[in-house]
Structure formats: C-alpha cells, structure tokens
C-alpha cells in the first residue's frame, strides 16, 4: 500500500529549480533514503511534504488524500511526523515538557505519563529528563527530537539528516532506534549523508540531482549505479 | 507537585471524574510554566493573601481606596504578561482595549443606570467586547502571520488612533444615547460598581468594600492564569514562544493559540478598563495614549513577563514607585518610567522579580543537594 | 469651478497626504531596513529636529539651514543613543524596540521639564498661491518637492556611494559583510544617525505648520507605522509606493469625511493588508517566497 505519493511536483525559487515533477512513491513500511550532492533538493523536497513550501504545481497524496493545499499542523495530525537537521527542540524547557508539548495533542493524563516515560526510556534520557533541552549533548538532542517524533506513533517519519554530528556511536544507536521503530509499523523516509547509515537503514534509496530523481533502487544498485558515482564525486561511499 | 486534595473515594465514579477532573485542573496550579510550588510558596501565598485581608484595617479609607486603584492595574499586566511574556507576540497596545471597555461601561451605565446589579452586567458586556475587538484585530494579524515588529505596531497605531478619535468627540452630536463622549476631557458621570442588596443598593466607592472585590478578583484571575498556562493550552503557548516553527510541526495551529493568548490578554485589560471607570467615574482619550500605552510595558518588563508571580509583582512594585514619584510632578515619575524600562532591557531582560527568584531558587536547591 | 481647478485641488490633497507620510516614515523605514528595529523614539527625534529648527530660526538663521540644523541635531542624539543603548541590543531586536519606548518616555517628559508644555512656533512662510477659487499654502507644495528630493537622495546614496554598497551588503548577508572586513557596527550606528537626522528633517520641514509641543512626534508616528508596515523592509520598493497608496486613501477619506476619519481608513487599509501581505508591499514586490 501506498503510503506517500508525489505527482508531478514542481517547485523554483527566483529561476532555480528545485523540484522538477518529481513523481515519487514511498510504500507502507519502507525505510527509504533520500540523497544527492549538495544543493540537489533533499530539504525543499522535505519541506514541500510538510507544507513548508507551496508547489507551484503538481499535487502531494498522503495516504491516498490530496494533503497539497493543507497546512502544516494539519499535514502533522494526518500522522507525518518529522525531526529536523537543526534539533528542532524548545531548548529552554526541560526534556519532559518538550515531550509532553509533542505528545498533548494526542494523549491526556496517565497514558501521557506512560508513554513519555516510555520514550524517555527510547531514547535513553530517562536520567536527565528534568534537565533544560539546550543542556543536552548534541547526539541527546537529536535523540529527544527522534522521541518527540515518534511517540504518538506516526504513520510516516521524516527524518532530515539524522545522524548529523554525531559521534559513530551515536549514529550506529540511531540506526538501531530506527530499525525497531519501523519494525513497529512506522515508514520512514530520511535525508542522509553517511552512506554507512545508509546502508545500515534503508531498504531502498533515490538519488536526487537538480531536483529531479536521478536513480531509484537497493542500496547495493545504488552502490553500483555508475552515473550515482559520477554526480557524487567527493561525496561518495563513506566507511 | 503537591498534593493538594489526596484522599481516595470510595463512592460511584461520575464523581470520582468530576473529581479527577477538578483535581487535574488544581494540580495547575503549579507547573513548569509558573513560579512557585511547594508548601513554602503556598504558605507564603496564603499569608500575603490574609495580610491583604487584614490591611484595610490598619488603614484609612483613602489609603485603601489607593490600594484598590493599584489592584485595578494587575489585570491588565496579567494579560499582557501571558500574551508578551507566554505567547512571544509583542502587543503594545493593551491600551486599546483598556479604553474600550471604559468607555462602554460608561456608555452602557449612562444609559440604563446602576440598578438590579446592572453595573455588573455592563462590566461582563465590556469586558465581552474588549475580548471580541480583541478578536477581530487578532485574526487579522496573527491569520496574516504578520511578525513580532508589526504585532507590536500594529497594536499601538490601534491605540493611538483609538486616542485621537476620541479626543476629537467633544461636540454635543457625539453622544450614546445620553452619554456625552466629550472630546478630550473625557467622559464622567457613571455610578460606580453597585451591588443590589435589601434595604437599598450598596455602591462600591473607592474605600473598603471596593478594595475587597479587587482584591477576590485579583486572586481569582491570579489563580485561574496559573492553571490555564500549566495546563495544555499553556504548553503549547510556550512552545510557540520558544520555536514557532517547531511549534507548527508538532501539529498545532499556531494561529489560534496566539490568537487565543491574545484574547484572553485584551479582555484582561478590558477588566482594567472597566474597573479604572468605575473606580474614578471618568475615563479619558490619554488612557489610550503612547505614554498610558507605555506603562503596562514598563510593569510587566520590571517585574519578568514570562511568569505570572513576577509579573504580578513587579506590577504592585511600579505602581506604588511611580505613585511615590508623582509628588515631584508626573513628568518626573515618567521619566523615572522611561530610564526604569531603558535599564531594565539593558541589564535585566529576565526582570528584576523573576531574575531575583530564580537566584533564590538556586540558591535554595544548592543548598538542598 | 472648471477642471483643472479640481484637478489641482485633487493632486494638491494627494501630494500633502503623499509627502507627510514619505516624510514621516523615511527615517523609521531606513532603520527598520536595515536592522529590523522599530524606532519607537522616532517620534522625538522628528520633535527634536521641529525644537531646534525652530530656537535655531528664531536666532535669525535663515529657515533652510535652520531645518538642516534640526536635521543634524536629531542625527547626533540618534548616534549618542546608538552608542549608549541600541549597540548593547543588537542581538535582541525585539527589545531594542522596547528600550526605544523608554527613550521616547524620557525625551517627552524630559522636554516637557525642561523647556515646559508649549514653545513659540514661527509662522509657515512663502504665502499662498491662488488656483481657480481656492488658495493654497506655497510652503506645502514645497513639502511636496522636498519629500520627493528625499527619495531620489536616498536612492543616490543608497544605490550610488560606496556608503550605499556596504549597507546594502550588511542587510543582505551581515556575517559575509564582517567576512569581507565590512565593519558591520559602525555601518548599523551610521544607519541609525541617518534615520534619525531624517526623522529630525521631517520635523524641521514641518516645524513651521505646526504648534511646538512635546508630544508633538505623536502626530507623526501613526502615520510613519502604517506606511512601515504596508510597505515592509524596502525603502524604494516598499516604503515609497505604501505612501501613494495610503495618500491616496488619506486624501480621500480626509476630503470626505474630515481627518480623523483619513487617519482612522488608514488603519484600517493596514489590517487588511496586513492579512494578505505579511511581508508587505516589499514582499510582494521582491516575489512571494512560500
């Protein structure tokens, strides 16, 4: 079953393209990866799923229904939910009531308490959840965004970027977190730069250049894919 | 988090929810958002209260009167506390709706007079239209997602043009029925806040009885705003605050939760408005002008606008400055107002209440640990 | 009254509406362009330029070096409150706005201490000219010119001096700006002195047409935010083009209901606007960028 679908997307700024009728197609399940080289729009992509953006045409179905007029909060509550490149966290409040903001909407009183004390636990902040957001070490703040993403259990997760900054550790954990939040029923769609993560995650991978997609497949063709190779240089197989 | 009512109940359930219910609505009272929790703050609370009770006895009536006059301010510093201090839009004309509600309990009081608890009632219709006008300019700004810079101009222009219209309604054709506007002296001549009672009306002058209304209502809105920003809707204005963007993503129409702060804060400073008529039985264009406009900034900044308490504070703290001031001349007090505000955005952004308790606090839980 | 009567009385209401919020607004836009700040002060720096053109002119000094004077007064107070106050702010423009609320409290108040409620104007000079039946004040169609001299000025120093480059380099991108050694402070405190020397000229213009009080710069501001925020961060593409438009409403409303009611349509065009328009004529101008 589909689960996001892109028609004919188009988006420019001043001249530049961005999206050039991407026709994208993301099935219930998948963990599939976006990448390209810098500038190759990854994040304007991103952004015109979230309602960020208005495309100057072409439509975006989320679960089979037209979402390309909706606004952003409304897009969220049909169950996308996203984690930014930049922690995208309320810095100056604590662990807990970041997750209880992200969370509220969705779930009141004991059930609210249960399931952040079950992210807590997730993410493994359980310790610090009365700390300031901003505290935390930049690996912790990805992660709590990751929990604020992923506790009211969306039907898609966007993910710009996770592993940005993080320490090899850190990235192979999240690699982990992702594998056992998709075994339970979330699709999730990343932008990513380290061809190891990619590697460890993703069951199939497009390559973006100049806004439009360039290739689609495994990571092993990807891998392969001689013309990948060619736009990629300099960005190429990491490990 | 205290625990303010804990005994556990035995008896059918749709009581044992309304109980639940009322019991998270209490547990409010304190929260992330607010300062203060715990017996000692509560113990505190309790004490100032009953010492604000007691007041009026070690006092003449003029002097209470006084104390009544700085109570009538506080809803207005509340509201613009949860809607600068909380909600993160910068609303500079509180004003506005402060002069609206006046006038129209004015208005409305002129007309059909103090009878059958009818001040009341014209005090509920005010505070209602402030609370729509409200509404009506917060949808066009905050649905037009204009920026913090505008809100804040945009505001004041309303203000400002509120003052010159006002004061330009001297002749005898600008009348409401038989009340006179009166241009730019201003409008006099309605009764004060008066309770029906047997044996003829009581009418609250500027002495005990009034201070004791002001003082129950200061509570209540004091009470009350705590458990509205601990609750949902208070989270989600921080959050707004905080990252607005991020605020959107988690799935919340942001729109209509600084639409809502904003409602909440005019319909305060509607309060102030009504309140301030009934107190003195006048209002003026100048309670909508740049420096009336100016003045709540300066008590919500002084006090720390992202909490309630401090606000609250710093509020009574002003008041009673500029009113010492005054003796020398209100343009002295003002320009006191004006190098006040000046240093306080200098040197302590947070405000001096708000800076000064979170000292405290640390203080007290290095101790602790 | 034959044709071209009516139509000068027309361009006449609409160049005086036009020019006062050019005027007004010219110093409030450059600093909001620039560095994102409202002036809440501005109004005293118009009062400021109006006091000293006006003590200046009286000292015998012919009027129009009288309104430089005015002009340059006003810019050196902007530059001493730029250093003692704004500078500390630039990080937090929201609060610098604040501050500048404090300033203006202090300026008026100040004023009114020192030199007291009202001070002895001078008259508006150069008479009237005489069309069709009605007559009109001559130093008004000068405020015209001078209103338009102000923009082609602006655009010259903007767009033409080397001043004009790096400013326009440090709204654009100020970390590139300071990467490329463009001292990005003394080109924030030289916009702000600019801003207010232009609030101050406003003042000296007006100066001889109005009656010298205190709280005069109120007059002004109502006008100067409404043209700030329909025509966004752009002087040339924003702020210019808000003015015609808005004059065209004033003039209107004022010819037909009286000036309370111009001031009033005022308003009411920004809310509107402001629905459609967040980022103002400006914005709409430089491309919608959703």
Partial sequence: MTILKTEKLKKSFGGVHVARDIDFTLEKGEMHCLIGPNGAGKSSFFRLILGEHRPDGGKILFMDEDITDARSFARIRKGISVKFQVPGIFKALSVHQNLTIAFQNHLHGHDLEATIARVLDFVSLADVATEPAGALSHGQQQWLEIGMAVGVEPKLLLLDEPTAGMSPDETHKTGEMLHELNAQ????????????????????????????????????????HQGVAEIYLGGGHGG | MTDISHEKSLVDSAPIARRSRARRWLSHLEGPQTFGSG??????????????????????????????????????????????????????????????????????????????GFTFIALVIAVALAGVFAAVLGYFMFYGRIRGVFIGIVTLSVTLVFETFMAQTAGPQWAIGSARLNGFNGMTGMPPLTVPWFGGDIALWPDRPLYYVLLALTVIVYLGLRMLLNSRFGNVLVAIRENPERAEMLGYDIRLYQLLAFVVGGALAGLSGVLYTAWGQYITPNSMGLTAAALP????????????????????????????????????????????????????????????????????????? | MDFFSTAFAIIYQFGDAFAFLVLSAA????????????????????????????????????????????????????????????????????????????????????????????????????????????????????????????????????????????????????????????????????????????????????????????????????????????????????????????????????????????????????????????????????????
């Avoid at chain 2, 900034?297 to 504070?313: C, K």
């Avoid at chain 3, 990080?91 to 020192?114: C, E, F, M």
């Fill in chain 2, 297 to 369: 900034v300066v008590w919500v900044a002084v006090g720390g606008r992202r909490d309630i308490t401090a606000t609250l504070i710093g509020t009574l703290l002003v008041l009673s400055l500029f009113q010492t001031l005054t003796i020398y001349g209100s343009q002295y007090a003002l320009v006191a107002m004006g190098a006040l505000l000046v240093l306080i955005v200098l040197l302590a952004p947070e405000g001096i209440v708000l800076g000064f308790a979170n000292l405290v606090d640390r203080l007290t839980k290095r101790r602790g640990a």
């Fill in chain 3, 27 to 290: 110093g409030l836009a450059v600093i909001f362009g620039m560095m994102g700040v409202i002036n809440l002060a501005h109004g005293e720096f118009i009062m400021c330029g109006a006091y000293v053109t006006v003590a200046v002119a009286r000292m015998g000094v012919p009027l129009p070096l009288a309104i430089v004077a005015g002009s340059i007064a006003a810019g050196l107070v902007g530059l001493v409150i730029e250093r003692l106050v704004i500078r500390h702010l630039y990080h937090r423009p929201l609060d610098s706005i604040v501050a500048t609320w404090g300033i203006s409290l202090i300026a008026t108040q100040g004023v009114l201490i020192v030199l007291g409620s009202t001070m002895q104007g001078i008259g508006t000079p150069l008479g009237s000219v005489q069309v069709g039946a009605l007559s009109y004040s001559t130093y008004r169609i000068v405020l015209m010119a001078a209103a338009v001299l102000i923009l082609l000025v602006l655009w010259l120093l903007f767009y033409r001096t080397r001043y004009g480059v790096i400013a326009r380099a440090t709204i654009a991108a100020p970390q590139m700006a300071r990467a490329l050694g463009v001292d990005t402070r003394r080109v924030y405190a030289l916009t702000f002195a600019l801003g207010a020397a232009l609030a101050g000229l406003a003042g000296g213009l007006y100066a001889p047409t109005m009656t010298l009080v205190p709280t005069m710069g109120a007059t002004f501001i109502v006008e100067s935010f409404v043209t700030v925020v329909v025509g966004g961060a752009d002087i040339f593409l924003g702020a210019a083009p808000a003015a015609a438009i808005l004059g065209v409403i004033r003039a209107g409303l004022t010819a037909w209901q009286g000036q309370f009611f111009g001031q009033i349509g005022l308003l009411v065009a920004v809310i509107l606007v402001i629905r459609v328009l967040p980022n103002g004529l400006s914005g709409l101008i430089l491309g919608n960028r959703r």
């Fill in chain 1, 185 to 224: 029923g979330i699709t999730i769609l990343a932008v990513e730069h380290d061809m190891a993560f990619v590697e460890q995650i993703a069951s199939r991978v497009t390559v973006l250049h100049f806004g439009a997609i360039f290739a689609q497949g495994t990571v092993s063709d990807i891998i392969a």
């Fill in chain 2, 39 to 116: 017996i000692a703050f509560w113990t505190i609370f309790v004490l100032v209260v009953a010492a604000a009770c007691a007041y009026p006895f070690f006092a003449d009536g003029w002097t209470v009167g006084n104390a009544a006059y700085f109570l009538v301010w506080t809803f207005m510093a509340m509201g613009l506390s949860v809607i600068w201090g909380y909600a993160g839009a910068l609303s500079f004309g509180q004003t506005a709706f402060f002069g609206l509600a006046g006038y129209a309990y004015g208005v409305l009081t002129i007309n059909v007079g103090e009878t059958y």
